[in-house]
């Protein structure tokens, strides 16, 4: 734990060791699983929100996770750069580790995506 104290003499703060920036970019956005049925028609959605852990790679290393809600909804922070989003091993989809996203996150803000995965439903 990191203990700091504010000097307000000094108008700064001092710590007992170094302390972590503030991330405020990352990435948002939507989740997504299809086909959902066999046969898709026009006037009917093919794909559906999906619900499940991720984990989120630079290089080879993990450097965050996240989940996904109900409606397929999420948002991680990340430092600006290039990532490879893996759905857990578990998630209801055919082979979902094999199944990566190559992203890039923006030097501001939240860079908005939507990631398609596939069901294996044919």
Not at 1 to 17: H, K
Not at 28 to 50: K, M, Q, W, Y
């Amino acid at each position: 734990m990191r203990l700091c104290a504010l000097l307000l003499v000094a108008g700064s703060a001092a710590c007992d060791g170094p302390v972590s920036p503030t991330v405020d970019t990352g990435l948002t956005g939507v989740v997504v699983r299809g086909p959902i049925t066999p046969v898709c028609f026009v006037d009917s959605p093919c794909e559906a929100p999906f619900s499940a852990a991720f984990d989120v790679y630079q290089n080879v290393r993990r450097v965050a996770g996240f989940t996904s809600d109900a409606d397929g909804h999420f948002t991680v922070q990340l430092p600006p750069g290039a990532y490879r989003v893996i759905p857990s091993a578990d998630a209801p989809i055919i082979q979902p580790t094999t199944q990566v996203k190559t992203v890039d996150v923006g030097p501001v803000g939240l860079t908005e995506v939507r990631l398609q995965f596939d069901t294996g439903i044919r």
